[in-house]
């Protein structure tokens, strides 16, 4: 709770819990006299520009916000008390946003309804962007979505086949290199 402070709530705090099962950033359900937040340590070891990563995430939300008013349909950031995005707590990177409430995140697909509603989600989100001015974001993990670079790394780790697995999944390896030129 003392570090959810630091962030701009209008409310008295009352309690902090773990929530999801943050793969990456930990994530904490922050409940105060106003309502429920998402509160999210970042992981600066995988994002190290932990100020450019912000920078995006308040230029892509400010975008979607401004064709869609609706607030269930964007995440809020909710600025610092100093009016930063962000704020560095004994060595941590913490981020909040307001909860979306009678929402679910689902974890992993478990029906082919799942995965359809999640490509159409994928699909609006994407059409949403369309003409959003990418060149302005920051590169926040050096060749992440440059999947040239992504065959290259598992071409090379296929051909090392450093564990000795290759021969088991020979079926998966061309599946993968028969779509590379469409991925």
Same mark, same amino acid.
């Given at each position: 709770?003392?570090?959810?402070?630091?962030?701009?709530?209008?409310? !008295? +705090?009352? *309690?902090?819990? =773990?929530?999801?099962? @943050?793969?990456?950033?930990?994530?904490?359900?922050?409940?105060?006299?106003?309502?429920?937040? %998402?509160?999210?340590?970042?992981?600066? =070891?995988?994002?190290?520009?932990?100020?450019?990563?912000?920078?995006?995430?308040?230029?892509?939300?400010?975008?979607?916000?401004? *064709? !869609? #008013?609706?607030?269930?349909?964007?995440?809020?950031?909710?600025?610092?008390?100093?009016? @930063?995005?962000?704020?560095?707590?004994?060595?941590?990177?913490?981020?909040?946003?307001? &909860?979306?409430?009678? =929402? %679910?995140?689902?974890?992993?697909?478990? /029906?082919?309804?799942?995965?359809?509603? *999640?490509?159409?989600? &994928? $699909?609006?989100?994407?059409?949403?962007?369309?003409? &959003? #001015?990418?060149?302005?974001?920051?590169? /926040?993990?050096?060749? +992440?979505?440059?999947?040239?670079?992504?065959?290259?790394? +598992?071409?090379?780790?296929?051909?090392?086949?450093?564990?000795?697995?290759?021969? !088991?999944?020979?079926?998966?390896?061309?599946?993968?290199?028969?779509?590379? $030129?469409?991925?």
């Amino acid at each position: 709770i003392e570090i959810a402070r630091h962030f701009a709530v209008d409310a !008295d +705090f009352i *309690s902090a819990e =773990s929530y999801g099962n @943050g793969h990456i950033n930990e994530t904490y359900l922050v409940t105060t006299t106003a309502g429920r937040y %998402i509160m999210q340590r970042i992981n600066n =070891s995988i994002f190290r520009d932990v100020d450019g990563l912000m920078r995006n995430v308040a230029a892509v939300t400010d975008y979607l916000a401004a *064709s !869609d #008013p609706d607030p269930r349909h964007v995440l809020r950031p909710v600025r610092t008390v100093e009016g @930063g995005l962000y704020c560095l707590v004994d060595g941590g990177y913490w981020r909040m946003y307001n &909860f979306i409430e009678n =929402s %679910i995140c689902l974890e992993a697909a478990k /029906t082919a309804d799942d995965f359809r509603m *999640s490509a159409e989600a &994928f $699909g609006g989100f994407q059409r949403q962007l369309a003409d &959003f #001015p990418a060149n302005t974001l920051t590169e /926040t993990i050096a060749r +992440f979505h440059d999947t040239a670079d992504r065959y290259r790394i +598992f071409r090379e780790a296929v051909t090392a086949d450093p564990i000795g697995r290759a021969g !088991d999944v020979q079926g998966e390896i061309e599946f993968a290199m028969e779509r590379e $030129g469409e991925a």
